[in-house]
Protein backbone atom coordinates (compact mmCIF):
# COMPACT_ATOMS: atom_id res chain seq x y z
CA UNK A 1 0.00 0.00 0.00
CA UNK A 2 1.50 3.57 -0.96
CA UNK A 3 2.45 5.99 1.76
CA UNK A 4 0.07 9.11 1.77
CA UNK A 5 1.22 12.41 3.12
CA UNK A 6 -1.42 14.47 4.12
CA UNK A 7 -0.57 18.34 3.44
CA UNK A 8 -2.94 21.67 4.59
CA UNK A 9 -1.58 24.78 2.71
CA UNK A 10 -2.61 28.04 3.07
CA UNK A 11 -4.13 29.33 -0.26
CA UNK A 12 -1.23 31.47 -1.21
CA UNK A 13 1.01 28.57 -2.05
CA UNK A 14 -1.78 26.52 -3.75
CA UNK A 15 -0.68 26.80 -7.59
CA UNK A 16 2.76 26.12 -6.09
CA UNK A 17 2.43 23.34 -3.83
CA UNK A 18 0.63 21.76 -6.76
CA UNK A 19 3.34 21.35 -9.40
CA UNK A 20 5.97 21.08 -7.00
CA UNK A 21 3.78 17.81 -4.90
CA UNK A 22 3.21 16.81 -8.55
CA UNK A 23 7.17 17.03 -8.82
CA UNK A 24 8.02 15.19 -5.45
CA UNK A 25 5.14 12.26 -6.51
CA UNK A 26 7.10 11.53 -10.06
CA UNK A 27 10.24 11.43 -8.57
CA UNK A 28 8.90 8.78 -6.56
CA UNK A 29 8.05 10.17 -3.15
CA UNK A 30 4.85 9.45 -1.37
CA UNK A 31 1.63 10.20 -2.84
CA UNK A 32 0.56 13.71 -1.54
CA UNK A 33 -3.57 14.34 -0.44
CA UNK A 34 -3.42 18.12 -0.13
CA UNK A 35 -6.25 20.88 0.95
CA UNK A 36 -5.77 24.27 0.87
CA UNK A 37 -7.72 27.29 3.12
CA UNK A 38 -6.62 31.03 4.18
CA UNK A 39 -4.38 30.45 7.63
CA UNK A 40 -7.15 31.06 9.95
CA UNK A 41 -9.59 28.88 8.60
CA UNK A 42 -6.78 26.03 8.75
CA UNK A 43 -5.73 27.36 12.28
CA UNK A 44 -9.61 26.50 13.21
CA UNK A 45 -9.56 23.23 11.86
CA UNK A 46 -6.50 21.72 13.44
CA UNK A 47 -7.53 23.58 16.63
CA UNK A 48 -10.62 20.99 16.13
CA UNK A 49 -8.40 18.11 15.59
CA UNK A 50 -8.30 17.80 11.80
CA UNK A 51 -5.10 15.37 11.27
CA UNK A 52 -2.47 16.30 8.57
CA UNK A 53 1.18 15.65 8.37
CA UNK A 54 2.50 18.56 6.69
CA UNK A 55 1.26 22.33 7.59
CA UNK A 56 2.06 25.17 5.27
CA UNK A 57 0.90 28.46 7.12
CA UNK A 58 2.08 31.81 7.77
CA UNK A 59 5.15 31.58 9.78
CA UNK A 60 3.20 33.49 12.67
CA UNK A 61 0.44 30.90 12.49
CA UNK A 62 2.77 27.90 12.11
CA UNK A 63 4.64 29.36 15.58
CA UNK A 64 0.87 29.29 17.13
CA UNK A 65 0.39 25.85 16.58
CA UNK A 66 4.11 24.71 17.10
CA UNK A 67 4.07 26.66 20.66
CA UNK A 68 0.68 24.28 21.28
CA UNK A 69 2.62 21.27 20.82
CA UNK A 70 0.68 20.13 17.30
CA UNK A 71 4.07 20.56 15.04
CA UNK A 72 7.04 19.54 15.60
CA UNK A 73 9.36 22.76 16.39
CA UNK A 74 12.47 21.16 15.30
CA UNK A 75 10.90 20.45 11.61
CA UNK A 76 9.67 23.75 10.80
CA UNK A 77 11.27 25.51 7.68
CA UNK A 78 10.91 28.99 6.03
CA UNK A 79 9.50 28.48 2.35
CA UNK A 80 8.65 31.86 0.48
CA UNK A 81 7.80 35.45 1.21
CA UNK A 82 4.86 36.92 -0.31
CA UNK A 83 3.76 40.40 -1.25
CA UNK A 84 0.37 41.90 -1.47
CA UNK A 85 -1.05 42.79 -5.10
CA UNK A 86 -3.63 44.32 -7.24
CA UNK A 87 -4.90 42.90 -10.24
CA UNK A 88 -7.91 44.07 -12.82
CA UNK A 89 -9.32 42.31 -15.05
CA UNK A 90 -7.79 40.93 -18.50
CA UNK A 91 -7.67 44.22 -21.13
CA UNK A 92 -8.44 46.82 -18.65
CA UNK A 93 -6.26 50.01 -18.03
CA UNK A 94 -3.46 48.95 -15.53
CA UNK A 95 -4.54 52.14 -12.83
CA UNK A 96 -1.21 53.84 -11.07
CA UNK A 97 -0.96 52.34 -7.70
CA UNK A 98 3.23 53.05 -7.44
CA UNK A 99 2.53 55.77 -4.44
CA UNK A 100 0.15 55.95 -1.52
CA UNK A 101 -1.35 58.99 -3.26
CA UNK A 102 -2.07 57.06 -6.43
CA UNK A 103 -2.99 54.11 -4.61
CA UNK A 104 -5.74 56.07 -2.93
CA UNK A 105 -7.15 57.55 -6.11
CA UNK A 106 -6.82 54.25 -7.87
CA UNK A 107 -9.03 52.97 -4.77
CA UNK A 108 -11.41 55.34 -4.70
CA UNK A 109 -11.96 55.23 -8.38
CA UNK A 110 -12.74 51.86 -8.73
CA UNK A 111 -16.96 50.65 -8.79
CA UNK A 112 -15.82 48.15 -6.34
CA UNK A 113 -12.66 46.26 -4.94
CA UNK A 114 -12.49 42.60 -3.80
CA UNK A 115 -10.58 41.21 -0.92
CA UNK A 116 -11.00 38.47 1.31
CA UNK A 117 -12.01 38.41 5.03
CA UNK A 118 -9.95 35.69 6.59
CA UNK A 119 -6.69 35.84 4.46
CA UNK A 120 -3.58 37.37 5.57
CA UNK A 121 -3.84 39.96 2.83
CA UNK A 122 -7.20 40.84 3.71
CA UNK A 123 -6.21 41.43 6.69
CA UNK A 124 -3.46 43.83 5.94
CA UNK A 125 -5.77 45.66 3.07
CA UNK A 126 -9.03 46.39 5.65
CA UNK A 127 -6.08 47.97 8.37
CA UNK A 128 -4.51 49.32 5.84
CA UNK A 129 -7.51 51.27 4.14
CA UNK A 130 -8.65 52.25 7.75
CA UNK A 131 -4.50 54.16 7.84
CA UNK A 132 -5.79 55.84 4.55
CA UNK A 133 -8.64 57.31 5.63
CA UNK A 134 -10.88 55.61 3.02
CA UNK A 135 -12.32 52.34 4.83
CA UNK A 136 -16.03 53.75 4.99
CA UNK A 137 -16.23 54.89 1.26
CA UNK A 138 -13.99 51.49 0.22
CA UNK A 139 -15.94 49.02 2.08
CA UNK A 140 -19.84 50.31 1.05
CA UNK A 141 -18.79 48.85 -1.92
CA UNK A 142 -16.69 46.56 -1.61
CA UNK A 143 -17.10 42.30 -2.25
CA UNK A 144 -15.47 40.42 0.72
CA UNK A 145 -15.24 37.39 0.20
CA UNK A 146 -14.83 34.64 3.09
CA UNK A 147 -11.96 32.68 1.55
CA UNK A 148 -11.01 31.35 -1.76
CA UNK A 149 -9.72 33.63 -5.08
CA UNK A 150 -10.68 37.74 -5.03
CA UNK A 151 -9.66 37.47 -9.13
CA UNK A 152 -12.36 35.60 -9.50
CA UNK A 153 -14.63 38.55 -8.28
CA UNK A 154 -12.89 40.28 -11.65
CA UNK A 155 -13.62 37.52 -14.34
CA UNK A 156 -17.78 37.65 -13.18
CA UNK A 157 -17.72 41.67 -13.31
CA UNK A 158 -18.34 41.70 -9.83
CA UNK A 159 -15.23 44.39 -9.47
CA UNK A 160 -12.71 46.66 -10.81
CA UNK A 161 -9.99 45.40 -8.60
CA UNK A 162 -8.58 42.30 -6.69
CA UNK A 163 -6.55 42.33 -3.76
CA UNK A 164 -4.70 39.51 -2.72
CA UNK A 165 -1.20 37.76 -2.72
CA UNK A 166 -0.26 37.90 -5.73
CA UNK A 167 0.52 34.18 -5.49
CA UNK A 168 -3.19 33.90 -5.38
CA UNK A 169 -3.85 36.68 -7.91
CA UNK A 170 -1.98 34.66 -10.47
CA UNK A 171 -4.38 31.29 -10.27
CA UNK A 172 -6.48 33.12 -11.75
CA UNK A 173 -6.78 33.09 -15.80
CA UNK A 174 -8.65 36.13 -17.28
CA UNK A 175 -6.92 38.84 -15.37
CA UNK A 176 -3.64 41.12 -15.02
CA UNK A 177 -1.42 41.78 -11.88
CA UNK A 178 -1.40 45.42 -11.73
CA UNK A 179 1.73 45.33 -9.58
CA UNK A 180 2.11 44.79 -5.66
CA UNK A 181 0.82 47.76 -3.44
CA UNK A 182 3.67 50.06 -2.53
CA UNK A 183 6.44 48.26 -0.45
CA UNK A 184 6.46 50.76 2.54
CA UNK A 185 2.83 49.88 3.36
CA UNK A 186 3.40 46.63 3.65
CA UNK A 187 5.45 43.86 5.07
CA UNK A 188 6.36 40.30 2.90
CA UNK A 189 3.82 37.63 4.44
CA UNK A 190 6.66 34.51 5.30
CA UNK A 191 4.90 31.11 4.64
CA UNK A 192 6.52 28.48 6.19
CA UNK A 193 5.80 24.59 6.76
CA UNK A 194 6.03 21.83 9.13
CA UNK A 195 5.62 18.28 10.73
CA UNK A 196 2.63 17.40 12.89
CA UNK A 197 3.67 16.21 15.90
CA UNK A 198 0.89 13.02 15.30
CA UNK A 199 1.95 12.78 11.64
CA UNK A 200 1.40 9.55 10.36
CA UNK A 201 4.46 9.19 8.44
CA UNK A 202 6.90 11.39 9.63
CA UNK A 203 10.30 10.20 7.93
CA UNK A 204 8.52 10.60 4.54
CA UNK A 205 6.80 13.64 5.94
CA UNK A 206 10.85 15.15 6.60
CA UNK A 207 11.45 14.03 3.22
CA UNK A 208 8.66 16.36 1.28
CA UNK A 209 9.64 19.47 3.69
CA UNK A 210 13.28 19.36 2.94
CA UNK A 211 12.61 19.33 -0.83
CA UNK A 212 10.00 22.38 -0.76
CA UNK A 213 12.83 24.10 1.23
CA UNK A 214 15.24 23.10 -1.21
CA UNK A 215 17.34 25.63 -4.01
CA UNK A 216 15.44 22.89 -6.35
CA UNK A 217 12.15 24.08 -5.93
CA UNK A 218 12.92 28.19 -6.42
CA UNK A 219 11.91 28.63 -9.71
CA UNK A 220 8.44 27.26 -9.38
CA UNK A 221 8.26 29.61 -6.47
CA UNK A 222 9.23 32.29 -8.52
CA UNK A 223 7.05 31.38 -11.25
CA UNK A 224 3.81 31.36 -9.08
CA UNK A 225 4.45 34.61 -7.92
CA UNK A 226 6.58 34.22 -4.67
CA UNK A 227 10.21 35.36 -3.51
CA UNK A 228 11.84 32.15 -2.20
CA UNK A 229 13.95 31.51 0.77
CA UNK A 230 16.42 29.52 -0.69
CA UNK A 231 17.13 31.13 -4.05
Known sequence: MSVIIRVLSTLALKGAVQRLCGEFEAAGGARIDADFAPTLALLQRLRAGEAADVVILTREGLDEVAREGRV???SCVDLARSWVGIAVKAGAAHPDIATEPALSAALLAARSVAY???GASGILFAKLIEQLGIAAEINARAVIIQQGFTAEKLVTGESDLAVQQISELKQIGGIEVVGPI????????VFSAGR???????AE???LLRYLASAEVA???RDSGLEPFNP
Open 72 to 74: AKE
Open 116 to 118: SRL
Open 182 to 189: PYELQTAA
Open 196 to 202: MAAASNA
Open 205 to 207: ADR
Open 219 to 221: PVL
